[in-house]
């Protein structure tokens, strides 16, 4: 079984709300009015080209701070750093570390990542985060200039590591991403809690002490 993983409030910490209300607070003065800025900034193309590695963080920032009326000087002390300000979700990578103990045990599981995540960032996170080694692969869009829901994503890490897709499931927090992935011939787990994961993936799990049977792309 392969099992893939977003990143970002999956197995680390992203809360766009909270951290628009944190260093936003006079630009989003309700909680609707911080849910509409933190839409409005984060899933519009000013970032989604970032996370593309398309355009550059100051390009992100420039456009954002001309489009919102922000302080583009505010933008680029919250966000240049954000790679470090992604902290890990303790109850997704307790269950990654169960499932990396399994794996190397013998058990029939592949542990990969697909992450909407600029190269700035996934660099900062790979040193910062112990648990990059234990993934057999993964792709960061900033690496490969393609973002989920883009099937094309979903295609490359599939050939990269000749992931079968009856055999593949998916976990990210965004439905869009988890359709695309449906659509793809994965499996796929909309992830809102990452408490209830492993749970919702415990019905996807070989038995306990399943016999390896390695896919061609593991050597």
Same mark, same amino acid.
């Given at each position: ?83 470090? @300000? *992604?902290?890990?979700? &303790? ?5 990654? !570390?169960?499932?990396?103990? $399994? %794996?190397? +045990?013998?058990?029939?599981? @592949? *542990?990969?990542?697909? &992450? ?5 960032? !996934?660099?900062?996170?790979? $040193? %910062?985060? +112990? ?23 979903? +295609? ?23 359709? +695309? ?39």
């Amino acid at each position: 079984m392969n099992l893939v993983f977003d990143l970002g409030a999956v197995l680390l910490t992203w809360e766009p709300v909270a951290l628009v209300q944190t260093h936003f607070a006079p630009h989003a003065p309700t909680a609707e009015a911080a849910h509409a800025l933190a839409a409005r900034m984060f899933r519009h193309e000013d970032w989604l080209g970032f996370d593309r590695g398309t355009h550059s963080l100051d390009d992100a920032i420039g456009r954002m701070a001309l489009r919102l009326s922000l302080p583009a000087q505010r933008l680029n002390e919250v966000l240049l750093p954000m790679g470090e @300000r *992604l902290e890990p979700i &303790s109850a997704t990578v307790d269950l990654l !570390a169960g499932l990396r103990r $399994r %794996r190397d +045990a013998g058990e029939d599981l @592949r *542990l990969y990542y697909l &992450s909407n995540m600029p190269a700035p960032y !996934a660099r900062v996170l790979e $040193r %910062r985060h +112990a648990f990059f080694q234990w993934f057999d692969g993964g792709i960061f869009s900033g690496d490969v200039r393609i973002i989920k829901p883009q099937r094309e994503i979903y +295609a490359l890490l599939a050939a990269r590591h000749a992931l079968a897709a009856a055999d593949t499931v998916f976990i990210d927090d965004s439905l869009a991403n988890v359709l +695309a992935a449906r659509e793809f011939g994965w499996h796929a787990i909309h992830c809102v809690q990452p408490g209830a994961l492993p749970a919702q993936l415990a019905g996807y799990l070989p038995p306990v002490g399943a016999p390896l049977i390695r896919h061609a792309a593991a050597g």
